[in-house]
Every structure is written in structure tokens, then in C-alpha cells.
């Protein structure tokens, strides 16, 4: 009987132990399980809120742009290309403005510049006994003609609906918004003429979005403290002045 019991403990000790080993078995792997079944975005970095972008762009710079060689020309891929047409648009600027020429007597003369030295050289031919230039023939194609015609209409009827949707004053913040940027672009316009400020804006294109790719955080991070201030003097303008104005009942029209 005393073995029995002896030989009854270490068999009994034996079964507790492979309990206890299951039960921590399934504990360890359900809560492995429950780990990977975890999705990614509980990490801090996924919880994280979304990052604020200049002018609520989603998309990178050079796609905002539009693609392409432009875009490649205003982020200066190209440096060669880049430079040529920035130093191209500061030679006609210097030309029209700071030297007063004019574009009609311009192309004039490029014109009898270009049909003397064809005419010459033509004539000349015959006594330097080389053939004489083949002058190629040009002539406008149709179909970009079109498209660029196609292009410039909807553009045209976008910009048209966006006017008649700020003058229906169902957007107060919008209508703001361009009057504000209206009266800024006629000061600026009042300081030079209109050559003068298309060679700004044009300069302007070539160096804020390659400054604004360069440095991109930044620009972010500042722009987004901006806009919170300006939001909150907006709302303090809306509490204290547009509140208080009275305005009807907006009534649709209804067309016949």
C-alpha cells in the first residue's frame, strides 16, 4: 500500500504539471494570436493625426503642377532647360521694359533680319557654288490648335461658374476670400505695368515651388500655425461684425 501511494503522488504530481503547462500554453498562444490579430494602425505612429498640408494638397508637388515637362521646368529637373527659360523671360523683360522696345517694331525687324540673310544666302550660292538653303515648309497643324481652343474654353467656363457661385452669397468666407485677393493684385498692379507683373508671377513660378518642395515641412508646419490664427481671428470677425448683420430669406428662383 505504501508504494502504491508513492508510485500515486509523482503520477498525480505529473498530471497537475501538464495541466498547468496546457492552461499556460493556451494562454501564451491566445494571446499571441490576439497580438497579431492586433491591426497596424493601434501603432502611434498610425494614430497619429493627419499632416497638415499647404492649401490641402494630397498629392506631391510635381503632380499638383500638372505633370510633365512644365512641372519638370518649374522644379528645376532640368537645369539647362530651367535656366534658358527663366533667362529667356528676363531678356524680353529687359528688352520691353528697361530699353522701352516695342513688340510690333520687334518682330518687324526680326522678320527682315531673318528674310535678308535667307535672300542672300540664296543668291550667294550661285558664286560659292553650294547648293542653296532648302527653306522647309510650315504650316499651323489642326488638332493642337483645337485642343489648346478646347482647353482654354473650360477653363473659361470654370472660372465663370466659380464667379456666379461667390456672387449667389452662399459662400460669405469665399467671397471675402477674392475680394480681398482682388484688391491686393490691383495694388500690386497700380506699382507696374502689366509686362512687369507677368514677369513677376512668371520668376514666381519658377522659384517658390522648388523652394516649397525643397523645403516642405516646414513651409507645412508654419502655414498650419498661420491658419489657426487666422481661423481664429475669422471667428471673432464673424461674432463681432457679420453676426450682427441682417440678412433675408434665401429664396430659390425657379426657372420657367
Given at each position: 500500500m505504501a508504494e502504491h501511494a508513492e508510485d500515486s503522488e509523482p503520477i498525480g504530481e505529473?498530471?497537475?504539471?501538464?495541466?498547468?503547462?496546457?492552461?499556460?500554453?493556451?494562454?501564451?498562444?491566445?494571446?499571441?494570436?490576439?497580438?497579431?490579430k492586433k491591426p497596424l494602425s493601434s501603432s502611434p505612429s498610425s494614430v497619429k493625426a493627419?499632416?497638415?498640408?499647404?492649401?490641402?494638397?494630397?498629392?506631391?508637388?510635381?503632380?499638383?503642377?500638372?505633370?510633365?515637362?512644365p512641372a519638370d521646368v518649374f522644379l528645376w529637373r532640368n537645369k539647362k532647360i530651367s535656366a534658358g527659360v527663366l533667362g529667356g523671360a528676363t531678356a524680353i523683360w529687359v528688352l520691353f521694359e528697361l530699353m522701352e522696345y516695342h513688340?510690333?517694331?520687334?518682330?518687324?525687324?526680326?522678320?527682315?533680319?531673318?528674310l535678308a540673310l535667307l535672300f542672300l544666302w540664296s543668291n550667294a550660292s550661285t558664286f560659292i557654288k553650294k547648293s542653296p538653303p532648302h527653306i522647309p515648309e510650315f504650316h499651323l497643324?489642326?488638332?493642337?490648335?483645337?485642343?489648346v481652343a478646347s482647353a482654354l474654353r473650360i477653363?473659361?467656363?470654370?472660372?465663370?461658374?466659380?464667379?456666379?457661385?461667390?456672387?449667389?452669397?452662399?459662400?460669405?468666407?469665399?467671397?471675402?476670400?477674392?475680394?480681398?485677393?482682388?484688391?491686393?493684385?490691383?495694388?500690386?498692379?497700380?506699382?507696374?505695368?502689366f509686362l512687369t507683373l507677368f514677369y513677376i508671377c512668371f520668376v514666381l513660378l519658377h522659384t517658390?515651388?522648388?523652394?516649397?518642395?525643397?523645403?516642405?515641412?516646414?513651409?507645412?508646419?508654419?502655414?498650419?500655425?498661420?491658419?489657426?490664427?487666422?481661423?481664429?481671428?475669422?471667428?471673432?470677425?464673424?461674432?463681432?461684425?457679420?453676426?450682427?448683420?441682417?440678412?433675408?430669406p434665401l429664396k430659390d428662383k425657379k426657372r420657367a
Open positions: 505529473s498530471l497537475m504539471e501538464k495541466i498547468a503547462e496546457k492552461v499556460h500554453g493556451d494562454d501564451s498562444s491566445s494571446s499571441d494570436s490576439d497580438s497579431e493627419k499632416i497638415y498640408r499647404l492649401f490641402g494638397r494630397e498629392k506631391p508637388v510635381h503632380h499638383v503642377l500638372g505633370g510633365g515637362k513688340l510690333l517694331p520687334l518682330v518687324c525687324h526680326v522678320f527682315i533680319l531673318l497643324p489642326e488638332d493642337p490648335v483645337l485642343q477653363e473659361i467656363n470654370r472660372a465663370l461658374a466659380v464667379l456666379r457661385h461667390i456672387a449667389s452669397g452662399k459662400d460669405l468666407k469665399t467671397f471675402l476670400a477674392v475680394v480681398a485677393g482682388l484688391w491686393v493684385l490691383s495694388i500690386v498692379g497700380s506699382w507696374c505695368n517658390l515651388p522648388v523652394l516649397y518642395d525643397k523645403y516642405e515641412h516646414q513651409v507645412d508646419s508654419f502655414a498650419e500655425t498661420a491658419m489657426i490664427e487666422i481661423k481664429k481671428q475669422y471667428a471673432v470677425f464673424d461674432a463681432k461684425v457679420l453676426s450682427k448683420i441682417p440678412r433675408g
